[in-house]
């Protein structure tokens, strides 16, 4: 008989967020007075632009401090539609736009709506870690599809294409991509809109979050633009967190078919009601204003993750495939390394060093590298992490 403090099996199964844990556990050794050197950060290391605290500050005195329509600030739903109209190419309506506690909880809205189960997933890996717990919470079966670092992490249509079953419901894209910095091209993106033509039944997700963070010579495209014919089954998930760096302020955002959208916002409704009114107008702020500033935090992510990628290609034993987008690198661990977890727990011990174990994403021969933080702590956490591995 389980007693009365027995767990849900929801909630037994559920795998805590490891990026997260990875970064508290680093700030708590740091605390104890021990010499950390993270590269673990997910997050921007800016400040919040100035123009969309100050809005945030007025919608405070002017007293925004009410609840709003679950669903979003009208004002800010209709700047989102135009937005994703204008500035990617995907003509959307107002009721298309459900604005969210985050980027996270627009895809676990989502899923919770979509999905029945047993229904399944695609994730192609590296993927985000917490896609498959988002699908397993909404009873769903992730399946994940590798793209091994050996083949540049380019997605392999025809195994994505094997594991498409009758049960198979959404695929996921992700570009750029995180832990990868994959960034999707034209070709690659107009090849999978070919084969998802070919299943009607299938629905797209692609989350553009690190729209903005892109090498020099990149572009981004939204796969709903690519393929406009499949644009009622796409859903697109974004945010504020990694563009604008607010990544405290909790706000993000699903676009897509009017039903689903209200399905999700009827789902909001019931869990955690409207995203604060007062941070919904810091986002409008955000939208309305020029992106000079998402520029300039762009620009200076390259110069670092040049820095990154140009360090790791000097160590002996690393594969790196140069990421082209987002603000992470993701080599692969020499051969004798078979188990990022264990390499990572050593490289915290050992050298004081935060990063991501692969396995989270994934790929157990890779680990996660942030270049959101400063050029010292890039040039430092390069010579602890070559330091790991001529032990190794
Ligand atoms: C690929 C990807 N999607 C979504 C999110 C969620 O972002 P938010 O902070 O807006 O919930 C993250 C955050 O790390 C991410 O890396």
């Not at 003509?91 to 969210?100: A, N």
């Not at 990868?180 to 999978?192: A, D, H, K």
């Not at 299938?202 to 892109?214: G, K």
């Not at 020099?216 to 089954?233: T, Y």
Request: glycine fraction near 8%.
């Amino acid at each position: 008989m389980p007693g009365p403090l027995s767990l849900s099996n929801r909630a037994l199964a559920l795998q805590p967020s490891l990026t997260l844990a990875i970064g508290a556990r680093a700030k708590a050794l740091q605390k104890q007075g021990i010499d950390v050197c993270s590269l673990s950060a997910g997050e921007p290391d800016f400040g919040t632009p100035d123009f969309i605290v100050e809005a945030t500050i007025k919608a405070l005195t002017d007293g925004i401090t009410r609840y709003g329509p679950a669903a979003g600030d009208p004002d800010l739903r209709d700047a989102i539609a135009q937005k994703l109209s204008f500035e990617n190419n995907i003509p959307t309506k107002f009721e298309q736009v459900l604005v969210t506690n985050g980027g996270k909880q627009a895809i676990y809205n989502l899923f919770q709506v979509l999905l029945n189960p047993g229904d399944e997933v695609i994730i192609p890996a590296p993927y985000w870690l917490s896609y498959p717990e988002i699908v397993r919470l909404a009873g769903g079966k992730p399946v994940p599809v590798p793209s091994p670092a050996s083949d540049g992490f380019g997605l392999d249509l025809e195994l994505i294409e094997q594991s498409i079953t009758p049960a198979t419901k959404v695929l996921v894209l992700n570009s750029p991509g995180n832990p990868t910095g994959r960034v999707l091209s034209l070709s690659e993106l107009e090849g999978l809109a070919t084969l998802v033509r070919k299943h009607p039944n299938l629905m797209v997700m692609s989350d553009e979050i690190y729209e903005y963070l892109l090498d020099q010579g990149q572009s981004h495209h939204s796969f709903a633009a690519v393929a406009p014919d499949l644009k009622h089954r796409c859903f697109v998930v974004n945010g504020f967190a990694k563009g604008w760096a607010m990544t405290g302020w909790r706000l993000g955002y699903l676009s897509g078919d009017s039903m689903v959208i209200k399905a999700a916002a009827a789902l909001q409704s019931q869990s955690t009601s409207n995203v604060c009114s007062f941070a919904q107008r810091g986002a409008l702020a955000a939208l309305q204003g020029s992106r000079d500033c998402v520029r300039e935090m762009a620009a200076s992510y390259n110069t670092r993750r040049e820095e990154l990628c140009v360090g790791l290609q000097q160590i002996e034993g690393i594969t790196l495939v140069p990421p082209r987008g987002a603000f992470y690198a993701f080599p692969r661990l020499p051969d004798a390394v078979s188990d990022s977890l264990a390499f990572c727990e050593r490289a915290l011990e050992e050298e004081g060093l935060a990063i991501v174990p692969g396995g989270a994403f994934g790929d157990d021969r890779c680990v996660r590298l942030s270049c959101a933080v400063s050029r010292e702590t890039i040039a430092e956490g390069l010579s602890r992490f070559n330091r790991l591995l001529a032990r190794t």
